[in-house]
């Protein structure tokens, strides 16, 4: 039996609502397994469900023509039976919005639709306002690392790392073994396939075809122009994790106009290879003209973008490294919406700043180790934002040796 993401609860959950339930997120993260899993309960419960793809010609065909047409392959609902119709690769339809808008308003909440979509970018693009109120968007990443230890088989680690978060005092007796996970989760990453394959050579060819084949279907579906400046700027970034983006530099570096690099840009985040964090200010219209810090959602295809997996600890970029690996936490934590950082003009920064209310929240500064840091140095940030405590998180520190965030 395929283990259950974490995010299943939620969708089970989500079954007996009238909206429809769209799962969307990058491409080998588990969509698909996810959605046979909720197809198996709803058919255990003996209830009406069918399940399709519409990576098949023939039934995007016939959708295409008119969305009635989806009732050739599954029956149609009345109030006596709810029908739960499962659609693995929705944004393959030509008018996904209309599509799935249509049914809704003539079948709904006899006919219940749980939808994946291989990337945002499409149900940003195809999805229009008209279907505001008529869905919800759940979106899944690649394993965090409580999952990561699960898929690993570390049911035992699982229990520890309870203890670690219900007790701020308790020391764990298995801090090496929570380290070489760690290691491993920063240099191959969480798509988990990579995670439940054992040999590394293995792992390395499964990230490497992530890398060649699957990204380049996200190439070939976006209508992206010059695949090879794509590439080459998704590499410059994976160089550049944790530092802020340099517009010009990479438009001089690619011979890229800015609408084109915008695009780029706009491109990988939709189809969540990368994140861009913003400044944080208390003058809103100043943070938003501020350049962006850059992260990737999955450190494994970054190190195969720079062909890199070194041991963390011997590695030049180690800093970079767990700076990223601190904003995956932060992300599965607090959400990207809430995630920021701070930095003057003269070179004073924080790595992120949180935002947890109106006006309060903490920060946090990264270090590989837990050398004694002059609290001097970031002063400026302290006077300014006193309800924004500062915290201080290294690899040797337990709320990130373990895997934790506290």
Not at 110 to 127: M, N, P
Not at 299 to 322: H, I, M, T, W, Y
């Amino acid at each position: 039996m395929a283990i259950q993401r974490k995010l299943y609860q939620k969708l089970e959950k989500h079954l007996s609502k009238k909206e429809f339930t769209i799962i969307i997120g990058p491409r080998q993260v588990g969509k698909t397994t996810l959605l046979k899993q909720l197809y198996e309960k709803v058919k255990k419960e003996k209830q009406s469900a069918v399940i399709l793809s519409l990576e098949d010609p023939e039934i995007k065909a016939q959708i295409n023509a008119h969305p009635d047409n989806v009732f050739k392959y599954i029956p149609k609902p009345t109030s006596k039976n709810k029908v739960y119709l499962f659609i693995d690769e929705v944004q393959y339809a030509k008018d996904p919005s209309h599509f799935l808008k249509y049914l809704f308003d003539h079948y709904a909440p006899s006919l219940k639709v749980i939808a994946t979509g291989s990337s945002a970018f499409y149900i940003d693009q195809k999805f229009t306002d008209s279907l505001a109120g008529r869905k919800i968007i759940f979106e899944l990443y690649s394993l965090d690392f409580e999952e990561f230890l699960l898929f690993k088989g570390k049911t035992s680690l699982l229990k520890e790392l309870a203890l670690i978060k219900s007790d701020e005092e308790y020391i764990s007796k298995k801090y090496k073994d929570f380290e070489l996970l760690l290691e491993e989760y920063m240099t191959y990453g969480a798509y988990p396939a990579v995670v439940l394959e054992e040999n590394i050579e293995y792992k390395i060819m499964l990230l490497k075809e992530i890398k060649n084949s699957f990204l380049k279907k996200d190439i070939l579906e976006s209508a992206i122009e010059h695949e090879e400046k794509f590439y080459r700027l998704l590499t410059l970034l994976a160089a550049q994790i944790g530092n802020t983006l340099n517009v010009n530099e990479l438009k001089n570096t690619l011979q890229l106009n800015e609408k084109t690099l915008s695009r780029y840009l706009f491109v990988l985040q939709k189809c969540f290879h990368i994140q861009l964090i913003k400044p944080f200010y208390q003058n809103l219209r100043k943070e938003l003209t501020k350049m962006p810090k850059v992260y990737f959602n999955d450190l494994g295809l970054r190190n195969v973008l720079l062909n890199q997996f070194e041991n963390p600890e011997n590695r030049s970029d180690k800093g970079a490294l767990l700076e990223n690996l601190v904003y995956l936490f932060l992300r599965e934590k607090e959400g990207i919406e809430n995630i920021r950082y701070w930095r003057t003009a003269d070179g004073n920064e924080v790595d992120f700043v949180i935002e947890t209310s109106y006006q309060k929240g903490y920060a946090i500064e990264v270090k590989w180790s837990d050398e004694k840091t002059s609290i001097s140095k970031y002063s400026k940030f302290i006077d300014a934002y006193p309800s924004f405590p500062l915290k201080f998180r290294c690899i040797k520190c337990a709320d990130v040796k373990y895997g934790v965030l506290k």
